[in-house]
């Protein structure tokens, strides 16, 4: 058991374990008369059964899924779980779980947010990135036409629940985005969790239950820690976008076919590599994040096709960006960011940009 | 100006006066990008362009509308507004303007609440009710088919802005909505409000601006007060549904033909005989809030074709109630409100009830 404590918030518990699933009903208030769980269709055919009967055992239980599928996080279905949710007159002291990967956390717990001004919801993740973004921040909400997680809002969760064990049905892409999360956390602050992963490498890629556990807990751990020594959004907390700038400019540029976790994986390759330019990163530290993003089974290379100048390009559409200018956050060895005079987010030459794309892409071999 | 404190938020101010639109880019920080102003089409027609002119000497200003009417604060309409501010481009950064009504300062207070996980908003009420309801309790939202406000959040507004000289073109019923509720406040809280009410009676009706100013102070001081010592919505609160638990049932009975501010005037003047019939109440007092009603042009009693037995079954489809049974809070004099043993919110006896009831159409000369 994590406790995290959100800034201005009721720090919650994060239980994660294998088989913990079976504790899930004590997360829920004893006075609660009413849980809508809430899954997409292929989530709740594995383990919607199993989860509804676990928390009928305590109080009354509404299964309500959705089509699964990131196409499917968006207002309207929003709308229609609530409708669902309506028709079922689950009250103002209803409680919803939401039993999946990213998607689902961040739907349902958005449908938690606003529904009759906010009803408390548990996450139950049943991705390696779930548990780690669904456990602390609190950020939910759903995609537009104009970009993901556009509409949206921060409710944090009364309690998660992280089952190593329902880790087994994951797709490959939820796999690749969950390590890359991993080890960007690894880089920002752990040089000791860096190693471990890289050691475990193998284990993770295959989900191995411990290995899978060990990882959660740690990155859960980080995560939290730099959220809440930062909860504004000043400035630490932007170590976070490590390997997200390039990263989104190439998920952007390759209409989203290349997956967020290889993006950013990428993403950390040639941002890195960019440290090296700037003699931030030394080259056995640039080389050693190669080597545990490929132990992963992760690019460190955008797409032979993919021209340096169109990615760079890209990057000004980053909606962290200011006035176009889009900001890195660079590594100064594995384990620890660097800060400049404008704190951790710094510009770069578009110079030094292109020379670590065509050095990145030059590595690809 | 008054400074209002939302629990475990910051204060914010709220600026009341004659003219007073005119501070309203001084409500704006200064580093804000991007005002959207958010109307209904019959407000923009009246106070559009002057607010669009002053916000624009101070940054870019897009006036957005949507039609007029509660028929219109829906899910749609607020999914609309929302694309219409990623069609305008306005980022994080940017920051939200309600102008208008209830409808209005629910609706683009909720569009705020989620757009990009949140900006922040200022509310410019042209009505008596929405420049009370706006200013304190933040609770921004929609209506839904299975009732109103179903889905919204608490959000509260960066500063409030009431120029009482908006107030001149406001519908009847929206008159009654507003003073309906201000007489609310005297009796829950303050019997020399309840006097400067029926004083000026007169003034109110006619929307004078002094007269108006006067009662929205008072009124938003009562709500601040009563909010901020219950944040939690405990007990204390619920002192502010006096009037509502008939009012609401004779709402929805009239399928909303009876306006929400007549309803509840309706339901104060049931209550109190309530209150009455248990001996908490006197003759006199109860004699003194019909007058006050009848002075503001309020109704004192039910439509003579509601059936008594009806109104009372409608009452336990109220949403504050438990098991079924609704719940009142009744007045034990002019301006301070009875305690039971459970706290302000009490049950009753459908006898009692359906006594206050007859008694109350009874006196409908």
């Known amino acids: 058991v994590i406790q995290v404590q959100p800034a201005g918030g009721r720090a919650y518990p994060v239980i994660a374990g294998a088989g913990v699933l079976a504790h899930l009903p004590e997360l829920i208030p ?22 509804r009967e676990l928390l009928a055992a305590r109080t009354r239980v509404s299964l309500v899924t959705f ?10 279905t929003k709308e229609k779980l609530e409708d669902r949710l ?19 956390t961040d739907l349902a717990g958005f449908v938690a947010a606003t529904y009759q001004r906010g009803v ?61 999360e991993m080890l960007k956390h690894a880089v920002i602050a752990d040089p000791g969790y860096f ?22 807990v740690r990155s859960v ?9 930062d909860p504004l959004e000043r400035d630490l ?42 003699q931030l990163l ?15 089974g992760l690019p460190v290379s955008p797409p032979v096709a993919m021209v340096a100048g169109a990615i760079l390009q890209a990057t000004a559409r980053d909606k962290k960006g200011r006035q176009g200018r889009p900001r890195y956050v660079l590594p100064r060895r594995i384990g620890e960011m660097s800060t400049g005079p404008a704190g951790y987010a710094r510009e770069v030459s578009d110079a030094v940009v292109i020379a670590a794309l065509h050095e990145a892409q030059a590595c690809s071999a």
Do not use: Y
């Not at 779980?97 to 689902?104: I, K, R, S």
């Open 195 to 216: 190693d471990a992963l890289l050691h475990a490498a193998h284990d993770l890629i295959q989900l191995t239950p411990a290995a899978c556990l060990s990882a959660v």
């Open 67 to 76: 089509p699964a599928g990131e196409v499917h996080k968006t207002r309207a």
């Open 120 to 180: 408390p919801w548990v996450a139950v993740p049943t991705t390696l990135l779930a548990a780690v973004d669904a456990s602390v921040g609190g950020k939910v909400g759903v995609d537009t036409p104009w970009g993901k997680n556009l509409i949206g809002s921060i409710h944090h969760p009364l309690a998660v629940c992280i089952d190593v064990d329902l880790f087994q049905t994951l797709a490959g892409s939820e796999v690749h985005n969950g390590l890359a």
């Open 237 to 278: 907390r932007q170590v976070l976008n490590f390997g997200h700038t390039i990263g989104h400019a190439i998920e952007l540029l390759s209409d989203f076919a290349i997956s967020h976790g290889r993006a950013v994986a990428i993403g950390m390759s040639v941002e890195a590599a960019i440290a090296c330019q700037l």
């Open 282 to 296: 030394s080259a056995a530290d640039l080389s050693r994040l190669r080597t545990a993003l490929r132990a992963l």
């Open 86 to 104: 309506f028709a079922e007159q689950v009250g103002r002291d209803g409680l919803v779980v939401a039993l999946g990967g990213g998607v689902t």
């Open 221 to 229: 751990e980080i995560k939290s820690e730099v959220v809440s020594a």
């Open 30 to 51: 004893p006075a609660c008369p009413h849980v809508v769980l809430i899954a997409d269709d292929q989530v709740a055919r594995v383990h919607g059964d199993r989860a």
